[in-house]
C-alpha cells in the first residue's frame, strides 16, 4: 500500500520540471507517470488522461486524494501542507516579489513558447517566436532581478521564483537565445543548477529521458 | 496626503479588472491611473511605466511602499495583508482548486489571447485564434467547474477564480465565442455580473473607459 503523490510528468515540460525541482526541494517521495506529449499524437490527449486534468497537459499531481493541475497551484498547496522548507519568504513584500516573479515566467512567457502554441505558429516561424517571448520577458526579468537578488532571485534563500527561473532558462537554451545581456538571470542560474534538487529533476535524468538525451 | 494605493489600470484590460474586482470586493480604497495601452504607441512602453513595471504591462499595483505586478501575485498580497473578505478558502484541499482555476486563465487562456500576441499573430488570424485558445481552456473549465461550483466557480463563496473568470468570459463575448456549449461559465458568470464589486470595476465603468463605450 502506498499513499506517495503522483506525478504526472513530461522530462522535457519545463513547467514539469518545476514541480518536479519543488518536490525535491521538501524531500517529499512520489512516483512519476510519464506522459509523453509527442508520441502517439500526444498521451495528454487519451481519455484517461483527460479525465484527471481536462486542461490536457502536464504536470498533474495526485496528492491526498485529489488531483491538481497548474504547476504553481500545486506549489502553492506543498507549501501549505508540506511547509518546510519553505518555498515562500514570511515577509508578506517579499512574498509578493517572488510570486510576481513566478508569474511573470508563468503566465508572461512560457505559456507564448510552449508546444501547442508553436505548432499553430507554424514550423518555420517558432524558432523566431519563442525566442522574441523569451527575450522580451527576460529583459524584464534582469531589470527585476537586479534589485531583487542575492545569491538567488529574491534574497539568499531559494524561493518558488528559483523554481520557475532555472526550467525558463533551459528553454531559453533549446531555443538559442543570446543569454549574454542577461548577467543576473545567468548567474543565479548558475548557482541553481550546482543544487541537488535540481539535479535530480533535471530533464536529463527522469524516467522518461530517451538514452540519447541522458546525462 | 493620502496612502491610497493607486492602480495603473487600461479600462478594456481583463488582468486590469481582475485587480479591479478583487478590490472592490475587499472594499480598499485606491486612485486609478490610467495607461492607455493602444494611445501613443502604448503608453506601457513610456519610460516612466518600464520603470515601475519592466513587463510594462497592466495591472501594477503601488501599495504599501511597493510596486507589484502580475494580477494573481496582487490578489495573493491583497489576501495576506487584508483578509477580510477572503478570496480563497480555508481549507487547503478548496484553496488548491481555486488557485488551479485561477493559474488555468491566467496562465493557460488570457496571455494566448492578450493584444502583444494577437498583433504578432496578424489581422486576419487574430479572431480565429482568440477563440480557438479561449474554446480549448473553456472546454476544459467547463468541465472542472461542473464538479466544483456551486452558485460561483468553487461552492457559494466568491473566490479568487470568479474574479478570474468574470473578464475572461468578457473577452470570450468580445472575440465572439460562442458560449452555449459552456452552461456551467455562463451561469457563474450571470450571478458574478449581479455583484456590486464586479459591476463598480466593470471595463464600461472605468475613469478612462471612453464616452461611446459607457454603460
Known sequence: MTDKPVLYSYFRSSCSWRVRIALALKGID???VPINLVKDGGQQFSEDFQTLNPMKQVPALKI??????QSLAIMEYLEETRPTPRLLPQDPQKKAIVRMI??????????????????????????PWAQKVIT?????????LQSTAGKYCVGDEVTMADVCLAPQVANAERFKVDLSPYPTISHI???LLALEAFQVS?????PDT???LRA
Open 102 to 127: 513566478s508569474d511573470l515566467i508563468a503566465s508572461g512567457i512560457q505559456p507564448l513558447q510552449n508546444l501547442s502554441v508553436l505548432k499553430q505558429v507554424g514550423q518555420e516561424k517558432q524558432l
Open 202 to 206: 533535471h530533464p536529463c535524468r527522469q
Open 30 to 32: 512520489y512516483e512519476t
Open 136 to 144: 522580451s520577458g527576460f529583459n524584464a526579468l534582469e531589470q527585476i
Open 64 to 69: 491526498d486524494g485529489i488531483v491538481i493541475g
Open 210 to 212: 530517451p538514452a540519447e
Open 189 to 191: 542560474n548558475k548557482a
